[in-house]
Nanobody
Framework: QVQLVESGGGLVQPGGSLRLSCVAS????????MGWYRQAPGNQRELVAA???????HYADSVKGRFTVSRDNAKNTVYLQMNSLKPEDTAVYYC????????WGQGTQVTVSA
């Protein structure tokens, strides 16, 4: 089993920044890829960014150049640095980890509004 706990969400003005963190516990040694998804009201959950254990990254086109995903394997933590935030980035952000199974965090709300 793997447990994921996100933190760092909140309310920010357009153009602002936030940094999300996700700490994995349990059988975290078994985790390969980790990532961030988001889900806005009425929308499907979508991939925002992903990172492999070796550090290769993938981003949704809508966040390229604004968001950066990183990972500290020693701390079992994945981060999402979000800059130049837009109102359309408003969503619940979920941490994801792929091990033998796929695990999800509980989600953290990000609201971008003036």
């Amino acid at each position: 089993q793997v447990q994921l706990v996100e933190s760092g969400g909140g309310l920010v003005q357009p153009g602002g920044s936030l940094r999300l963190s996700c700490v994995a516990s349990g059988r975290s040694y078994s985790i390969n890829n980790m990532g961030w998804y988001r889900q806005a009201p009425g929308n499907q959950r979508e991939l925002v960014a992903a990172i492999t254990r070796r550090g290769s990254t993938h981003y949704a086109d809508s966040v390229k150049g604004r968001f950066t995903v990183s990972r500290d394997n020693a701390k079992n933590t994945v981060y999402l640095q979000m800059n130049s935030l837009k109102p359309e980035d408003t969503a619940v952000y979920y941490c994801n980890a792929d091990a033998l199974f796929t695990y999800w965090g509980q989600g953290t709300q990000v609201t971008v509004s003036a």
